[in-house]
Nanobody
């Protein structure tokens, strides 16, 4: 199972970015898909997560600005980020938890490579 994240970049304060994370590897289902971020000198933190049933969880700091969504057919999770602030600057990582393959095998807490998001004027 591999996760490929994309969509990061440099944006001005108040701007928007959309991150994508595509999972590959004969996947039958993904229980929870989420985004985390890690700023320099800080611990990795949860930004948003979404279950296969559509339940979501957001960090307080991004509520009302970020929206997580997923396409269960394409095994892809998205993070729409609006009204970006300098404090959103970080490396963003996608995560897939309890990934079931068609073989019946499970993978737990699979991480994608990070994508840099920089919010600066």
């Amino acid at each position: 199972v591999q996760l490929q994240a994309s969509g990061g970049g440099l944006v001005q304060p108040g701007g928007s970015l959309r991150l994508s994370c595509a999972a590959s590897g004969s996947i039958f289902s993904i229980n929870v898909a989420g985004w985390y971020r890690q700023a320099p000198g800080k611990q990795r933190e949860l930004v948003a997560a979404m279950t296969s049933g559509g339940n979501t969880n957001y960090a307080e700091s991004v509520k009302g600005r970020f929206t997580i969504s997923r396409d269960n057919v394409k095994n892809t999770v998205y993070l729409q980020m609006n009204s970006l602030k300098p404090e959103d600057t970080a490396v963003y990582f996608c995560n897939a938890d309890r990934v079931r393959l068609h073989s019946g095998t499970y993978h737990w807490s699979v991480w994608g490579q990070g994508t840099q998001v920089t919010v600066s004027s």
